[in-house]
């Protein structure tokens, strides 16, 4: 691998920020042609959240698999097949005639998409040099990332007003054609090691992780339209919890985990962690509040909301590069505690200027900046003290982790803020929309709050610069690569 780390391919990188955009991308990209895909396929209403529920669920699953599958099977196995399901599943999802062919399509979608999403962030971590060309490739990820959940709002209503619904699904495919054709060039081979020298695959925890999460995932989705008091939500929670200690259980227990439950007993690995899903939980439920209130509120039209997001995108690669340039003076903690305090000070601001006669500069635009320069900032430590120092042979595992976090993040802040924001108001008057709105703001900025200050105490007097594997890291790989 060092060759390619002294020397990666000029496509390499294109290659990985493209999963990260479509990805992205497509958690959001349907949500606003919902009523054209329900009308267009005869959708019964109680069934429509489906086409974003089965996405999420099986990404959201299956991410663990993924990552630690890239590890088992190779980085550039997985990238194609990754490529290849989610391209699919794509043109499936676009071709569907009848409403069970569209969920059962983007249920393939997101399990393509969780084999594509940890294999980005582990090429990024062994093939780039530790420093500045590290820094700026996990920059652009994370930027890539949160510009295509961005984008996805303003392209869905495009694409839905001037093509019809069916282009958000096939809008994917020459995306995905073009990025196989030069996966073959960006990506090297993953040489195929003696069976004794590989990793095996531990399929119980697999089925337990994917199990529990997916219905981690579908009981706090259900909590926006059942409650939490309903069985429906708190049976599926439930089991969930059931699953997730049984997995904890079994992964102590087993040889080869699918997740080395040590990985956590690191500082910066556990910071990161808490921070993506903290974050994440903040930093989602913004999207969603501002979304309603600029349609509710405002009297935004769909392609107008999606154009106010715009400067969003702007402010994360604002952040990034900031990020990128501040890295090697700050480190991981202290740009994490900085970029999370910044989000959370946006966030504030939202909550201070929305009302029911504001304006799109004020109560929107303002916010908005703040919260994407500080969000952006803190793209860059995280994936560095995710994946920093871990063995090579398990930063698919590492990968998938961090990326759980920040899926089960979003999740649950939607889940836990949705409810604290509909119990501020019960009509559609505009200011009871606008207190139940402040109210999940308050709490957004208290969730990015919680993340800086658990980054600051989480790294606290540890190495977390962008440096090479820590000492500690390079003995425990030598021990793990001698005992397969």
Known sequence: MSNSRTNPSRWLLPVLLTVQF????????VNIALPDIGSGLGFAPASLAWVVNAYALTFGGLLMLGGRLADVAGRRRMLVAGFAVFGAASLAGGLAQAPGQLIAARAVQGAGAAALAPVALALITVTYAPGRARSRALGLWGAAGAVGGAVGVLAGGLLTDWAGWRSVMLVNVPVVAAALAVTGRAVRGDGRPDAADRPRLDLVGALLVTAGTALLVLGLAQTESHGWSSWRSTGVLLAAGLLLTAFTVTEIRVRHPLLRLGLLADGPVLAANVFALLMSAGQFAAFYFTSLYVQRVLGYGPTAAGAAFLPFCAGIVVGTAVATRLMGRLGVGRLLTAGGLLGATGLALWALTVSADGGYALSVLLPSLVTSVGTGMCFVPLGTAATDGVAPAETGMASGLLNTSRQLGGAIGLGVLVTVAAARYATSDPQALVDGYRTAYWAAA????????????????????SGGPRPDERRRGTELAGRR
């Open 446 to 465: 208290a969730l990015m709050t919680a993340a800086a200050a658990a980054a600051g105490l989480l790294t606290a007097g540890r190495s977390t610069g």
């Open 22 to 29: 479509l990805v992205s991308l497509d958690v959001s990209v």
